[in-house]
């Protein structure tokens, strides 16, 4: 017997995102689901092995994982509803409160700024009516609904105005080791072409960790020692015929000793394999390198080469030289973060508008029913894709098509019923 795959949609309720107490560097996200489930079997429950009303929906994992500490279950009601048929069919409707621990990836490490990708995959498991196999399958919403998706918490503009993209990131932003590159996140629905059908999408924020602070603590240093290590080399040239030239080589491999262990201290701020989601770039690696260098040829005696002082000054303009790394990375790091900036019109899709949930039904005047072709079971129905590629960007990775919100979306606008 073929399975049993049921419309469902799961709205996601996006309060805030804060530090997670428990992970060194994690962050979670706090909200709510609301899951509903059209109930075209009229099975008694999703899991009938479960006795009991909350088996009316379908698990949830998070990451490939089950956090049993990440979901409080809050009520599940029943409603009838009209179907496109006409007809009226049970429809499920399951809150929950969330706290939702994210996966963090480093994208883009360079001292001393870093770009982090915080992730959450939701799936919905399977269940079994006791002989077959119950698949959720989501429907995701047309671009005039497209906030029964995903929503963020009212958030309010200035004078009863729509809120700015300031305005949210503050109000979601609860962190205190990371920054929102945007509030609003990049949401990917993953269709199962295998199995046909569609039970996992991901939410995903960029973050960045202040590195201004780290920038001036670590440079300020590093151009004293450059400008003294300059210091002590104009003061040997000038006095060159003075003074004993064993003391003088002495004194100089004491003064680079020093500059050399200050150096090193400084390095733990620059290079950190070890540290929390840490992947130092290759910049970093040669930034090091410079300065290692420079100091090496900084401390070679003028009596150990032909022409006095030639090596030294090589090493004290490759220490000025080296500042180029950081300085080239603080350009490169506001870049990056202007080409994260939420684009115009991307708060229509995420904030709320109070007509959004009222609709509860799955008609497919407001939502896409993702299904098979009939001649191509691993495919999808070809008046999905054009419905889907309204609103969505459609990717086929081989495996799965990816149904992802347009990246530009300086176009989109969302019209509230």
Not at 105 to 110: G, N, R
Not at 162 to 171: G, I, P, Q, S, Y
Request: aromatic residues 12%; glycine residues 4%.
């Amino acid at each position: 017997m073929p399975d049993i795959k049921l419309p469902v949609r799961n709205f996601l309720m996006i309060k805030r995102l804060e530090d997670d107490p428990d992970v060194d560097g994690g962050v979670k996200l706090i909200g709510s689901f609301v899951q509903y489930v059209l109930n075209e079997e009229n099975m008694q429950q999703v899991h009938a092995h479960e006795g009991k009303e909350n088996s009316k929906y379908f698990e949830y994992r998070f990451n490939d994982c089950t956090c049993s500490d990440a979901l409080e279950f809050r009520r599940t009601t029943t409603k009838d509803v009209e179907t496109n048929d006409g007809t009226q069919k049970p429809m499920w409707r399951t809150t929950f409160q969330a706290r939702i621990p994210m996966k963090i990836e480093v994208v883009k490490e360079f001292f001393p700024f870093k770009i982090m990708r915080a992730k959450v995959e939701i799936e919905l498991s399977s269940g079994s009516n006791g002989k077959q196999t119950v698949r959720p399958n989501l429907v995701p919403a047309k671009l005039s609904d497209i906030r029964s998706n995903v929503a963020i918490h009212e958030v309010k503009g200035k004078k009863n105005t729509m809120a700015t993209h300031r305005d949210v990131d503050k109000a979601l932003d609860n962190m205190t080791k990371y920054d929102l590159l945007s509030p609003f996140p990049e949401v990917d629905f993953e269709y199962d072409k295998k199995k046909g059908y569609c039970p996992k999408y991901s939410v995903t924020f960029y973050l960045a960790v202040d590195g201004i602070a780290k920038f001036v603590g670590t440079l300020i240093p590093l151009v004293l020692v450059c400008t003294l290590n300059t210091l002590h080399l104009i003061n040997d040239y000038k006095h060159s015929d003075e003074g004993n030239e064993a003391e003088k080589v002495s004194e100089l491999l004491n003064f680079s000793s020093t500059l050399a262990l200050t150096v090193v201290f400084l390095f733990g701020s620059i290079y950190d394999p070890v540290g929390s989601h840490s992947k130092s770039s290759i910049t970093d690696s040669l930034y090091i390198f410079f300065i290692f260098c420079a100091l090496i040829l900084s401390a070679v005696p003028e009596s150990f080469v032909s022409v006095k002082f030639t090596v030294r000054i090589i090493g004290a303009a490759l220490f000025w030289l080296s500042f180029v790394f950081p300085i080239y990375n603080l350009g490169y790091s506001y870049w990056i973060m202007n080409q994260k900036k939420p684009k115009k019109g991307v708060e229509e899709l995420f904030l709320k508008d109070k007509s959004y949930l009222a609709r509860d039904n799955f008609s497919e005047e407001f939502f896409i029913k993702l299904e098979p072709d009939e001649n191509n079971p691993k495919d999808l129905k070809e008046d999905a894709k054009t419905e889907i590629e309204k609103t969505y960007k459609l990717t086929d990775d081989g495996n799965n098509y990816i149904i992802s919100y347009k990246r530009d979306h300086s176009n989109i606008t969302c019209s509230p019923s």
